[in-house]
């Protein structure tokens, strides 16, 4: 069965630091993963997906099979970047999503 | 419309009752997914339509579930014998690949209370 872990609930930096969301797999196939993410009073959408190689509003996320990982990057954090980010694993029919980080980015 | 449009957007009902959640997806995709999210967990799989019919209800949670796409478009999700674990936002998304995951539009959800 696959799974997503963020083993961060809550994570706050300052504006202008470095941040990385953490995101751990397991599945048995050949994942497909994305990030969404979640703005104050909007509603879910795609950040970003791995096949892409993409880079979104700065951040970047690189898939690491051997770790199997997947963690969300950036190096200068804005304020508009506070929202709830979900890390989520393709497999057949369905999406499976982890629990979310709430991301806070301090003045 | 220019999203997935979700009604009702808050529900509250008595333990025992019946409930209808809709869904009207983006005009012209095919592929059609119910999701749950409880309070502080991420969304959970319930089933997903391609088309009219449902390719996977596997993540239904017992027999009270129940949803329908009669005319491959607009989605509703019926709950029966509502229980207060019921309670949470059932989110709706939408989809333009046939096959596999394309980018996925959700509705802001319909929240439901079991009271």
């Known amino acids: 069965a696959q799974r997503v872990t963020q083993p961060e609930k809550l994570l706050s930096v300052f504006k202008g630091a470095p941040v990385e969301l953490k995101c751990n797999y397991s599945y048995s196939g050949s994942p497909e993963l994305f990030w969404y993410v979640q703005y104050s009073r909007q509603r879910l959408q795609l950040l970003l997906r791995?096949?892409s190689r993409e880079s979104i509003k700065g951040f970047t996320a690189d898939l690491n099979k051997g770790e199997t990982s997947f963690h969300l990057k950036k190096p200068f954090a804005q304020e508009e970047d506070s929202a709830m980010y979900y890390c989520?694993?393709?497999?057949?029919?369905?999406?499976?999503f982890g629990e979310g980080t709430q991301l806070t980015v301090n003045p | 419309g220019a999203g997935v449009s979700q009604t009702p957007s808050n529900k509250v009902t008595e333990k025992g009752k019946y409930v209808e959640l809709r869904c009207d997806p983006i005009s012209g995709h095919t592929a059609l997914y119910w999701y749950r999210q409880s309070l502080g967990q991420g969304p959970e799989f319930l089933i997903y339509?391609?088309?009219?019919?449902?390719?996977?209800d596997s993540g239904l949670p017992n027999d009270r579930f129940f949803a329908v796409r009669p005319e491959g478009s607009v989605s509703t999700l019926k709950i029966q014998r509502t229980e207060r674990g019921d309670s949470a936002v059932y989110l709706c998304?939408?989809?333009?690949?046939?096959?596999?995951?394309?980018?996925?539009?959700f509705g802001e959800g319909s929240r439901l209370t079991v009271l």
């Open positions: 339509f391609q088309g009219t019919g449902a390719a996977d």
């Open positions: 998304a939408s989809s333009l690949r046939r096959r596999g995951y394309g980018e996925l539009f």
């Open positions: 989520a694993l393709s497999s057949g029919s369905r999406l499976t």
């Open positions: 791995h096949i």
